[in-house]
């Protein structure tokens, strides 16, 4: 059964709200909150409307509509992927059950805590890019930074309304915290270590669309298999917008990339900072923060937390129904990161303690994808240089790694040795001045910033010089 979304509402939706009227009240009291929220902590730029693609159904032409729209009157809606009435639960001990339509009082804590986790992140985001508007290489890269920032907006409204409709007065008191805590506030900070880092350029922008929102990626991938069918079917919707942040952060890097090699080219020169360029060192660099803060958002090697999720069915794991074996694990073993006598090293544990090992190397493998693509950009411009990832141990603040210092290539050093060369692989004062001294507004239509060479393409068929945004 589909309910047809009603776009009359102050609230579109598809989850039926206009028969619910407690429900109803509750989002609605709700929303001026989020409104004064996203005034004081979302994009700081004034515009009049901005080119943007607004979900007002779950359909294949719903979800995709655009128009120009003043971002304070972006139709946030509440958008659930259709229902399969015969879904049943793919792992862990109520595998082959019906999947839940409402909460189970056991589960009820450990739900609560991981749409909380989700929804801290979405909000999060928004308030770490808020003043990027101000320095955006081009209209179509403001338009894309803004299109991101609704839909990390849309992300809340999605967490939230699943703890107003299915978790009471605590759920009701969780929403509002989140608007609550703030992205490197000292009382109330976010809640995860990366969305407490500053995004104050767009090189920062793009490693974290890349590297973070990716994170998003597989953590809504593996809750996209929640036995709890409302959170599952949210997610899945959540990813289709994610693939549009994935894209920002994937050609961004590329067009960075490009830019710089073409100067490096050009001039038979890698020193490219005073030819206007990012200099691919410090290129380098950015990576090397935003990947190793980035595997932090996994949490520990091993986890009892996710051990429980999984067993009682809230978190699966990526690509679940693809896995060939008894979507149990009670018996299984898998190898994680350790330290070992005092060195980095492998060590066998439980499959189930070691599934978030197991989701970060999913992650890891897609990462490469990015660095293989930016390689190839290098390699066509006839430059022998390559980027990479950091070893797993470098930079690490969570998990087994947490308490000791390793290079990139993931030599163990000593924290004095960290201390006197960590400004040859993580950005310094000097390399976040320099990339800020680069990021002037290019605001003009069919212009671009310096540092960074324009799209291949523009969007929904619209070439890159469309006025994607409409300044006030
Ligand atoms: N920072 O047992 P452990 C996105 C805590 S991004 C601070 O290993 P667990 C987006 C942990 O909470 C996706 N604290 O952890 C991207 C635990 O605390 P308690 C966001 C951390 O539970 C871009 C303790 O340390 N969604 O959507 O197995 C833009 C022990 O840890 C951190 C989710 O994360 C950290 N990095 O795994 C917009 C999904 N890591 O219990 C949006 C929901 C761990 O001792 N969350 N801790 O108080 C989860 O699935 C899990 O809670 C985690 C951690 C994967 C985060
Ligand atoms: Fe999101
Ligand atoms: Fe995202």
């Not at 407690?22 to 929303?31: D, F, K, M, V």
């Not at 902590?41 to 409307?49: K, Q, V």
Request: glycine share 8%; charged share 25%; net charge negative.
């Amino acid at each position: 059964m589909t309910i047809a979304s009603d776009y009359t509402e102050k609230i579109p939706n598809n989850v039926g709200l206009a028969g619910d009227r407690r429900l109803q009240r509750a989002l609605e009291s709700w929303q001026p909150d989020f409104l004064s929220w996203w005034e004081s902590m979302g994009p700081a730029l004034p515009t009049r409307d901005v080119y943007l693609r607004t979900a007002v159904n779950v359909g294949r032409e719903g979800w995709a509509h655009f128009d120009f729209v003043p971002m304070r009157d972006y139709r946030w809606g509440i958008f659930l992927a259709e229902r399969d009435p015969g879904r049943r639960i793919g792992f862990g001990a109520h595998k082959g059950e019906p999947a839940w339509q409402k909460v189970p009082g056991e589960y009820r804590a450990d739900l609560q805590r991981l749409i909380v986790i989700q929804g801290d992140t979405e909000p999060a985001s928004v308030e770490q890019q808020r003043n990027l508007g101000a320095c955006a290489p081009s209209l179509y890269d403001l338009r894309n930074l803004f299109q991101v920032n609704v839909e990390e907006g849309r992300h809340l409204w999605a967490m939230v309304y699943l703890l107003h409709a299915y978790f009471g007065r605590e759920g009701r008191e969780e929403a509002e915290e989140l608007l609550h805590r703030n992205s490197g506030s000292a009382e109330a900070p976010r809640i995860l270590g990366a969305f407490n880092e500053e995004t104050p350029d767009w090189l920062s922008f793009y490693m974290f669309t890349y590297f973070t929102d990716r994170d998003g990626k597989y953590q809504l991938g593996t809750l996209k298999e929640s036995a709890f069918d409302p959170l599952s079917r949210t997610c899945e919707f959540m990813l289709k917008e994610e693939a549009h942040h994935m894209m920002v952060g994937t050609t961004g890097v590329d067009r960075v990339v490009e830019r710089t090699a073409q100067v490096m080219a050009e001039n038979d020169t890698d020193d490219v900072a005073a030819l206007g360029a990012i200099p691919l060192p410090v290129i380098q660099k950015y990576l090397n923060f935003h990947y190793s803060v980035s595997l932090d958002l996994f949490g520990g090697e091993t986890s009892t937390n996710v051990a429980n999720y999984y067993t009682a069915g809230l978190k699966g794991r990526w690509m679940e129904d693809r896995r060939k074996d008894d979507h149990r694990l009670a018996d299984d073993s898998i190898m994680v990161d350790a330290l070992v006598d005092g060195k980095i090293d492998y060590l066998e544990v439980a499959a189930l303690t070691g599934l978030n090992t197991d989701l970060r190397r999913e992650y890891i493998a897609d990462c490469r994808g990015g660095v293989s693509r930016w390689n190839k950009i290098l390699d066509s411009a006839g430059l022998p240089h390559r980027l990479k990832l950091p070893h797993a141990a470098f930079n690490r603040k969570v998990g087994a790694f947490a308490g000791i210092e390793a290079a990139p290539d993931g030599e163990m050093i000593s924290a004095a040795e960290w201390e006197r060369r960590k400004g040859e692989w993580l950005p310094t004062d000097v390399d976040k001045t320099f990339v800020r001294s680069l990021m002037r507004p290019v605001h003009e239509r069919g212009k671009i910033a310096a540092w960074i060479a324009p799209p291949r393409n523009g969007i929904n068929g619209k070439p890159f010089d469309y006025d994607y945004v409409h300044l006030a």
